[in-house]
């Protein structure tokens, strides 16, 4: 089961790299990098309703939420929007500047160093992952590529 989720990542990675540039074209229509996150932003959420929707009239969802559990979560679990928005402006913003090859490179290095961080210190409820040289050593690994990625 594991390596199905494995290749699922994987594709999120493909999916990942070309939104990017899709964006970007978007931007290029648009002559506004804030319209076109919107815009990326308001088709996600048109498809994620829609698959929502066929879930809920063929019963794999039992119901449309609750919201007797907001009270429950913490501030910060409301941010990752934020970070979705945020990620995917300056994506639209730096795109032109680095490639897609660098963009995604330093984007992948930054998701790295930040899973490093989270899983050693077990932020955000996720359970402590020990710190080891061979998981020091593989974000090193995307340090190196990012860097020869930079290269001229």
């Known amino acids: 089961m594991l390596k199905a989720w494995l290749l699922a990542a994987l594709g999120c990675g493909v999916l990942l790299s070309l939104q990017a540039p899709l964006n970007s074209r978007l931007r290029v229509g648009l002559d506004s990098p804030l319209a076109s996150a919107l815009i990326s932003f308001t088709v ?6 829609a698959i929502w929707l066929v879930r809920l009239s063929i019963g794999r969802e039992t119901g449309i939420g609750s919201t007797s559990g907001f009270t429950d979560i913490p501030w910060w679990a409301w941010l ?3 970070c979705g928005a945020t990620y995917v402006t300056l994506a639209i913003l730096a795109l032109p500047h ?4 660098l963009l995604v490179a330093c984007t992948v290095l930054g998701q790295q160093l930040g899973a490093l961080l989270i ?3 077990g932020w955000f409820g996720m359970a402590r992952q020990v ?4 998981r020091v050593g593989g974000v090193l690994l995307v340090l190196a590529g990012t ?3 930079q290269l001229k």
């Not at 996600?44 to 309703?49: E, P, S, Y």
């Not at 710190?131 to 061979?134: R, V």
Request: charged share 5%; proline share 0%.
């Open 80 to 82: 990752g929007g934020f």
């Open 131 to 134: 710190l080891s040289w061979q």
């Open 147 to 149: 860097w020869l990625a």
């Open 44 to 49: 996600g959420m048109l498809v994620l309703l």
């Open 98 to 101: 680095t490639g897609v090859l």
């Open 119 to 121: 899983d050693h210190f």
